[in-house]
């Protein structure tokens, strides 16, 4: 197991993916560590018991991934967009959660850890790295909104969404009278489909789509029956 104390080895292997270290990033690797800490998980984790879910992407999350051995490929980190530099680590088997976030007033008193330091940024990467995680971290236990097998989803398994017939896979289908639909196609897409008319015919979207779009509530009681 990892030696939690000694971050340098940690701290060397998080610049070489980004030829350069941040805050942010060195945020990431205290909150990893101290995350499974709390928990009572050793790290690096080379199973599934430890789940992350991040509230931020980029340099924070390469972070998250370098302390505790978690990633997306792996499933078992997860990004929640927030916008905040912030996790919530959970015990896939115990349901235990708790929700690591930096406190407020940390700028200010990185100061005091990086003797001699008067530029802003560089006293964060020092300070950070050195502040005991009481006075860098608030800690939390918190509550999953849904539970873990409804967060991970079955892998395996595959259905075609009733709408555009793309492959729906680890669960993430919408059952609506007995059929199975895609987020996207119940009007829930981080995208917009351009218009049939600006596209070839292998990139229309399907009538289905539109009708959703322009008569959400027809078409919810005509898929439903």
């Known amino acids: 197991m990892r030696d939690m104390r000694d971050m340098q080895p940690l701290v060397s292997e998080l610049s070489a993916r980004h030829a ?7 945020l990431g690797l205290r909150i990893g560590l101290a995350g499974a800490a709390r928990l009572g ?5 080379r199973d599934k018991t430890l789940m992350v879910i ?3 992407d980029g340099c924070f999350a390469d972070g998250l991934e370098v302390a505790a051995g978690v990633s997306i490929g792996h499933r078992t980190l997860r990004v929640e967009d927030y916008g905040k530099v912030a996790a919530t680590f959970v015990n896939a088997q115990t349901g235990a959660a ?5 406190r407020p007033d940390i700028r200010q008193a990185a100061f005091a850890y990086a003797p001699g330091e008067t530029r802003r940024y560089y006293a964060q990467l020092q300070g950070y790295q050195q502040m005991p995680d ?8 918190v ?10 989803g079955q892998a395996g398994t595959r259905v075609n969404c009733s709408v555009c017939g793309e492959e729906i896979i680890n669960q993430r289908e919408i059952i609506i009278g007995g059929q199975p639909f895609c987020p996207a196609c119940l009007g829930r897409a981080y995208y917009e489909p351009i218009e049939e008319a600006h596209l070839s015919a292998p990139h229309r979207v399907s009538q289905p789509s539109r009708l959703w779009r322009q008569a959400p509530a027809e078409f919810l009681s005509r898929i439903a029956g």
């Open 54 to 56: 991040a509230e931020s």
């Open 41 to 45: 998980l050793g790290l690096p984790r």
């Open 98 to 102: 708790l929700r690591l976030a930096p």
């Open 134 to 141: 009481d006075e860098l971290l608030s800690v939390r236990p």
């Open 20 to 26: 350069h270290l941040c805050p942010r990033q060195i």
């Open 143 to 152: 509550s999953l909104t849904a539970s873990i097998a409804q967060i991970i």
